[in-house]
């Protein structure tokens, strides 16, 4: 009885260890698989991260060519906004100016024209050389701004160089180098340079 007690004991203790041992062994098992599960979302949600890294990237670059468009649309109506449509190249556009004499003719660019008196109407003008250093002769394709009526008429007369020069009323136009815009400082030089005077608008 006694060694068959010891046998139940033994037996006993026996199952107790095996059940232990089943126990200890399903828990780490089932930890690892915990760890598993939640390392698997991890790793998924890092892979969804990866994922949507890429996407936002690629809508970072999609930005650059969609601000490229609209940097070229905005210069667009720049160019169709100018109120007197497409300028030729060579094109030379006059305005009326009001001075301290009145109404004078000048460039767009506020530079006030002048008219030598040696020059011949209508003929080749004579101010060339060491002249031309300080009025500079007016060329291009004259052209009025828009809505400005002039009693003259432009014309085109041929220089010596066989260049051609913007006359008004046949009188060759200059400008005076170093004259501020809007000024008519050239007027009487010599008492052959005047500005070329119109009637108020």
Known sequence: MRKSGWA????ASAVLLLTACGSSSSSPAATATGVTQTSAPASSSTGQ????????SSATSAAPSTSSPSTHQSAQPQASSNP???I????????????????????????VVYTYAHDPTGGTPT???????????VTGVPKLVLGLRLPGSFSLVTRSDGTKQIAYNGHPLYTFKGARPLTTA???VDGVWHVVKLPAP
Do not use: R
């Open 186 to 188: 050239g007027e009487g």
């Open 84 to 86: 007197g449509g497409t």
């Open 8 to 11: 139940a004991a033994g037996l």
């Open 88 to 111: 030729a190249a060579g094109t030379t556009i006059f305005i009326d100016q009001m001075s301290k004499l009145g109404f004078v003719l000048a460039l767009a660019n506020g530079q």
């Open 49 to 56: 991260a990866s994922t949507s890294a890429p996407s936002s």
């Open 127 to 137: 101010c060339t050389g060491a002249c031309t250093s300080i009025w500079v002769p």
